[in-house]
């Protein structure tokens, strides 16, 4: 049996108990949060001053904070593109409405509120240019994203792990700097939305545990050649109008470094987390090419603090189109 078919009956053992995974990492939509729970009510006879007040509450957030927010909101707004990603991959049968594509429509259904909702969030706010963010969104759905993980599910898992972390980071960092600068309402909208990519990251993770459990050399292998390649961004084609893809997402993280919301460091440390959670350095029945790889893993994150600190080099003049 080769190692395709291997990897799909994994995916097709794991997926057998996805209605337990669901439970378990997801929430029952009809008592989940909706957007409609942090924006002011349109029926209510406040909706103008609540309006009024969400504006002056955003009024004192700075350039690169609101840079970073719509840089988080297209990325959340490109939901199409994961989930159509996430379908093909191998062991997910999107023709099927059980198994692994049940688990791919619960997460996508959770993760479309968080777009919705800084989006409209933001829409009310009065600083953003909301046309020339809309365009960026279409062209990121339109552009896709190249990640280096193929369809193979080992790969994948590696890749939604880390992201999910990442981005838990960023919107809880967002949450933290709205409420430095008097937006109450902000700052508990990315709290809410890091929460559920808390809870994400952790499904992945344990998808990714299992794994090691059934397959251990090849996941090692699947993981050494993800950080060897090293995580993109899914928004790392983000431009704007009249622009080279990707043109905008050099500027996008370099604000996000700037500012704390997402920096080297932050990778280093997802890193370090997931070796020691899945317990690189003491997985045992591992080929010879997959115990190398566990000894490249094993070095890395120190290797990658060595070189996190180092500084940056300054900023290029650049304007978002998206700010007011």
Known sequence: MNQSHIRIEVMNFLGQKIDSIIAEFLKKIDTNWQPADFLPNSLSENFGAEIKEIQESCRELPYDYLAVLVGDIITEEALPTYQSWLTDVEGIDKMRPEGWSKWVRMWTAEENRHGDLLNKFMYLSGRINMKQMEISTQYLIADGFDIGTGRDPYRNFVYTSFQEMATNISHRRTATIAK??????????CGVIASD??????AYRSFVTKIFELDPSEMMLAFEDMMRKKIVMPAHFLRQSGEKIGQAYDHFSDAAQRLGVYTSWDYTEILDSLVKEWNIGNITSLNGKAEKARDYL?????????????????????????IN
């Open 197 to 202: 990519e808390a809870r994400h990251a952790k």
């Open 298 to 322: 094993m070095e890395l994150p120190e290797r990658f603090r060595k070189v996190a600190g180092r500084s940056q080099k300054a900023p290029l003049e650049y304007q978002f189109n998206w």
């Open 180 to 189: 430095k600068h008097g937006c109450t309402q902000l700052s508990k909208i």
